[in-house]
Nanobody, 122 residues
Framework: QVQLVESGGGMVQSGDSLRLSCAAS????????VGWFRQAPGEEREFVAAIDWIGINPYYAESVKGRFTASRDNAKNTVYLQMDSLKPEDTAVYYC???????????????WGQGTQVTVSS
């Protein structure tokens, strides 16, 4: 059974940092592109970042570029999202997802975690 589990969310103040983790079981993450998405209340789920199986060239949404960094540790079957200089508009439930392909579209991703809440207060 494939399972992705996010952790590391929480409540922080504007300018603080958080590191999210996405741990996988039942699949080998090194064979997948892993994406990070987020969904704020009343909003559609949106792309945040993605990192391919090599992990050399992660790509980001413009809204987080320069503040968020995706990385992976294939030995631990885990992907990370380092979030720095957090803003109140980053408040959302954050999801990790895996795909054999790549891209920023939710439909491209086959496996999803349950999400972790990030709340940034001003």
């Amino acid at each position: 059974q494939v399972q992705l589990v996010e952790s590391g969310g929480g409540m922080v103040q504007s300018g603080d940092s958080l590191r999210l983790s996405c741990a996988a079981s039942g699949l080998t993450l090194s064979q997948y592109t892993v994406g990070w998405f987020r969904q704020a209340p009343g909003e559609e789920r949106e792309f945040v970042a993605a990192i391919d199986w090599i992990g050399i060239n992660p790509y980001y949404a413009e809204s987080v570029k320069g503040r968020f960094t995706a990385s992976r540790d294939n030995a631990k079957n885990t992907v990370y999202l380092q979030m720095d200089s957090l803003k109140p508009e980053d408040t959302a439930v954050y999801y990790c997802a895996a795909t054999r392909y790549s891209g920023s579209y939710t439909n491209s991703y086959n496996y999803w975690g349950q999400g972790t809440q990030v709340t940034v207060s001003s």
